[in-house]
């Protein structure tokens, strides 16, 4: 059961209705996947963007970019730029096996260099 936050959120009413419904959903039930069917699902499931999110326009965008951490493990990852906002960036790229994955950043703390289009 988790911690009883009533009195604390009693002044912020907003916070203790979305708190309220965030317990509801629960934890969920966890069931293990094998490779094969994690791709499937991801490859079904697109791209779904929140209602009001405005993509933030960037030259960048559909050109291929090296992202790596700025500070340490300085390790390229390659892939074309899908999407970006001041906070993230999300890359494409084709796996070992030839499929296609979405793989999304922080924008702070990664370097983004273009290397082609």
């Known amino acids: 059961m988790p911690p ?18 965030m317990a509801a959903f629960g934890h969920g039930t966890y069931r293990a ?19 009001g999110w405005k993509p933030r326009v960037d030259r960048r965008l559909g050109q291929i970019v090296e992202i790596m951490p700025d500070d340490y ?30 793989i999304h950043f922080p924008r702070m703390g990664y370097e983004i260099v273009t290397i082609g289009n």
């Open 4 to 21: 009883d936050h009533s009195e604390f959120l009693a002044d912020y009413p907003a916070i203790k209705r979305w708190a309220d419904r």
């Open 73 to 102: 493990g300085k390790n390229p990852l390659e892939g074309r730029v899908v999407a970006m906002t001041d906070r993230h960036v999300t890359i494409e790229r084709a796996t070992a096996d030839m499929r296609t994955v979405r």
């Open 33 to 51: 996947i094998d490779d094969d069917n994690a791709r499937q699902i991801m490859s079904r499931a697109g791209i779904a963007f929140q209602p």
